[in-house]
């Protein structure tokens, strides 16, 4: 399948991706520093 397009929505106007961006970071500062962090 080849796309013609491709939509790229870095700064959340499209979709609202805040929470998955939050997670990732979560799960990075887990990953390297051993230390859980929560949102808020």
Same mark, same amino acid.
């Given at each position: 399948?080849?796309?013609?397009?491709?939509?790229?929505?870095? /700064?959340?106007?499209l979709i609202n &991706?805040?929470?998955?961006?939050?997670h990732s970071l979560? /799960?990075?500062?887990?990953?390297? &520093?051993?230390?859980?962090?929560?949102?808020?």
């Open positions: 399948m080849r796309y013609q397009h491709i939509v790229f929505d870095i /700064d959340g106007t &991706t805040e929470h998955a961006i939050l979560q /799960d990075t500062v887990k990953c390297y &520093t051993y230390r859980v962090t929560t949102l808020g």
